[in-house]
């Protein structure tokens, strides 16, 4: 079975829980870069939250930027002054329609975007925002990544790691990624189901969350976490404000691929 780990290096991942400010984008940028700061030249990738310019809101709508917005140059500038990736979603207008959107933005300024496919129906996300449709897999460092929202990871079969399909005799990926405004009152669905998408993947997990209360009252208790291939928890946060920073190792991945290869035996399907 081939391998790429030749190509693949041990990723030093970050994840950066805060307390998002309610409606205001400058605010969170400053926030945010401010955590992100003492980083520099110590991470290959950084994980913000989901929506981390606004907070989860259906109200956030009419703060949509566009791609040429400020929040994009300012995701590119805090990629390039940190020498790493940055990941983390906002909300876009293209067209007709607003989309929260993944951004995975890399030092030399390159953008990927990865659209929410499965909106909030509790929250009523579906009713004010656009649906995406496709899966994004980045390559970054010799790793394949799969960047999702929220929402997705209740929904197993869209982040399904295929064998012999995106590459020949390989999976599609080796690290699945979930942005998150994930409230405390779910936190167990939160903890339960990533450690699911590692065992069930063959993959490492990593999933961002907020803290602090939103202005719809709504109470996050973190719970950011990394989850090895096994389901075995490498960091998780608590209920505060915290960066934290975990190398993940690329060997043992390759090698529990090679001695339980239960991708062999996994049923083929076609994603509608």
Same mark, same amino acid.
């Given at each position: 079975?081939?391998?790429?780990?030749?190509?693949?290096?041990?990723?030093?991942?970050?994840?950066?829980?805060?307390?998002?400010?309610?409606?205001?984008?400058?605010?969170?940028?400053?926030?945010?870069?401010?955590?992100?700061?003492?980083? *520099?030249?110590?991470?290959?990738?950084?994980?913000?939250?989901?929506?981390?310019?606004?907070?989860?809101?259906?109200?956030?709508?009419?703060?949509?930027?566009?791609?040429?917005?400020?929040?994009?140059?300012?995701?590119?500038?805090?990629? #390039?002054?940190?020498? #790493?990736? @940055?990941?983390?979603?906002?909300?876009?207008?293209?067209?007709?329609?607003?989309?929260?959107?993944?951004?995975?933005?890399?030092?030399?300024?390159?953008?990927?975007?990865?659209?929410?496919?499965?909106?909030?129906?509790?929250?009523?996300?579906?009713? *004010?925002?656009?649906?995406? *449709?496709?899966?994004?897999?980045?390559?970054?460092?010799?790793?394949?990544? !799969?960047?999702?929202? !929220?929402?997705?990871? *209740?929904?197993?079969?869209?982040?399904?790691?295929?064998?012999?399909?995106?590459?020949?005799?390989?999976?599609?990926?080796?690290?699945?990624?979930?942005?998150?405004?994930?409230?405390?009152?779910?936190?167990?669905?939160?903890?339960?189901?990533?450690?699911?998408?590692?065992?069930?993947?063959? !993959?490492?997990?990593?999933?961002?969350?907020?803290?602090?209360?939103?202005?719809?009252?709504?109470?996050?208790?973190?719970?950011?976490?990394?989850?090895?291939?096994?389901?075995?928890?490498?960091?998780?946060?608590?209920?505060?404000? @915290?960066?934290?920073?975990?190398?993940?190792? #690329? #060997?043992?991945?390759?090698?529990?691929?090679?001695?339980?290869?239960?991708?062999?035996?996994?049923?083929?399907?076609?994603?509608?």
């Amino acid at each position: 079975m081939p391998t790429d780990s030749d190509a693949m290096q041990d990723l030093r991942l970050s994840l950066v829980q805060g307390d998002t400010r309610w409606h205001d984008p400058a605010a969170n940028r400053a926030y945010y870069g401010h955590l992100m700061a003492p980083l *520099r030249g110590t991470t290959d990738l950084v994980l913000l939250p989901e929506t981390f310019t606004s907070g989860f809101s259906n109200e956030a709508i009419h703060q949509a930027e566009t791609l040429e917005g400020p929040t994009i140059d300012w995701l590119r500038a805090q990629a #390039a002054s940190l020498g #790493a990736a @940055v990941c983390g979603s906002v909300q876009i207008r293209e067209g007709d329609g607003v989309f929260n959107r993944l951004c995975f933005v890399t030092p030399d300024g390159t953008l990927q975007t990865y659209d929410k496919r499965h909106l909030f129906r509790y929250a009523k996300e579906h009713e *004010r925002y656009a649906a995406g *449709r496709e899966r994004l897999t980045v390559e970054w460092k010799g790793w394949r990544i !799969c960047p999702l929202v !929220c929402y997705d990871l *209740r929904f197993p079969v869209f982040s399904r790691n295929r064998y012999d399909v995106e590459r020949p005799g390989q999976l599609d990926y080796d690290l699945l990624l979930y942005v998150a405004n994930w409230p405390s009152a779910r936190a167990l669905a939160w903890k339960t189901l990533l450690r699911a998408r590692a065992i069930e993947n063959l !993959c490492y997990v990593a999933g961002v969350n907020r803290v602090g209360t939103d202005g719809n009252g709504l109470g996050y208790s973190g719970d950011s976490a990394i989850i090895d291939f096994l389901g075995h928890p490498l960091t998780e946060a608590a209920d505060e404000e @915290v960066v934290s920073t975990m190398l993940l190792q #690329a #060997a043992p991945l390759i090698a529990h691929r090679e001695r339980f290869p239960a991708m062999l035996d996994a049923d083929s399907f076609e994603l509608k």
